[in-house]
Structure formats: structure tokens, C-alpha cells
């Protein structure tokens, strides 16, 4: 196995057709991969997005050339699935919103995942991205530099004002529940 990166020996077998080294490949980072997506989208749309994710990348495994790290190489590619589908979304029309009283039922972990994925989208979109490359899919800031194609100070000063702001964010929706 590759010392930097224990990942790229599977993609690149995967990448000269072996079905077991991409099998591998995809059970070892699918979590990763959509642990990434989920705060940029819908719940119901996790699944789609990671699978076009694999697809895409699939399709890129025989150029892949290790000059960063299969997980790195992955989440470009999700971060390009997830911006695509943004942009696909906001030219589909909306649908409604339930009529009062008919707000569907939902347990408790649940509604505090949700009201944290909410928060976390609340952010700017480079704040959020950095924010989630670091702090969720556990990027190093190089990494998370080299996805977002930017200085690693920048990814710092990102990290930092997103961590400012959800807490800002975290103390307005407390104040709103208290009173």
C-alpha cells in the first residue's frame, strides 16, 4: 500500500478495471463522502448525490494521478455534484409548504440534527465548505485548501469566522426559544 495515502492503491487498481479494488474503495470513503454532502442538501438527497459522486469518479479513476489524496480527490467531486445540484434546484420550481397544523411528526434527535444541519447552512457558501471539509469530513487545512483552491490562510480565516458565526447563530435561535 501507498505510504501518503493507504487509499490510492485501490484506486488506482480500480482505476485499471479491478471491480473488488473499486468495491473496497467506495465501502472505505462512502461514509466520508456523504457525511460531506448531508449539511449541503436534503436528507433525501444524500444518497443521489454520494452515488453521483461515485459515478463521476468512477469515470475519472483511470486519470487519477495521485497528486492528492483519494478523499481530497473525492470531495472535489462531491463539492462539483453538490454545486451542480444547487444549481439545477434553484431553476426547478418549489413545491408548497404544508398548511398549518399538518406539520408531519418528528422525534426529537432527529429535529436537533436538523436544526444543526440548518445552522450550518445558514453560513456562507465558503464558510460552510471549509467549515465542513475540516470539522466534519476531517480534512487537514492543505487539503481543504487544495479542494477550495485557495491559500490555507484563507481556509483558517473561513474556519474561524464560521465558528464565530454559528455561535452567534447558536445564541439567536436559543433567544428565540426562550422567549
Not at 471549509?130 to 487537514?140: C, D, E, I, K, Y
Request: charged share 25%; hydrophobic share 45%; with cysteine.
Amino acid at each position: 500500500m501507498t505510504d501518503a495515502d493507504p487509499l490510492a492503491d485501490l484506486a488506482y487498481a480500480a482505476g485499471r478495471g479491478d471491480r473488488a479494488a473499486l468495491t473496497d474503495l467506495i465501502r472505505l470513503t462512502q461514509r466520508d463522502v456523504m457525511r460531506f454532502l448531508s449539511p449541503l442538501t436534503s436528507p433525501g438527497e444524500v444518497e443521489d448525490l454520494a452515488q453521483e459522486t461515485y459515478l463521476r469518479a468512477v469515470g475519472a479513476l483511470p486519470r487519477f494521478a495521485g497528486r492528492s489524496s483519494v478523499r481530497t480527490w473525492l470531495f472535489s467531486i462531491a463539492r462539483r455534484v453538490a454545486a451542480d445540484h444547487v444549481r439545477y434546484a434553484t431553476r426547478r420550481p418549489r413545491t408548497a409548504p404544508l398548511p398549518d397544523g399538518e406539520a408531519p411528526a418528528v422525534p426529537a434527535r432527529f429535529e436537533e440534527h436538523h436544526a444543526l444541519t440548518e445552522l450550518v447552512r445558514g453560513l456562507a457558501a465558503d464558510r460552510r465548505e471549509a467549515f465542513l471539509l475540516t470539522q466534519v469530513a476531517g480534512l487537514s487545512y492543505a487539503e481543504a485548501a487544495e479542494i477550495c483552491d485557495c491559500p490555507v490562510g484563507t481556509i483558517r480565516s473561513r474556519i474561524a469566522r464560521a465558528r464565530e458565526d454559528l455561535v452567534i447563530a447558536m445564541r439567536v435561535q436559543e433567544s428565540r426559544n426562550a422567549g
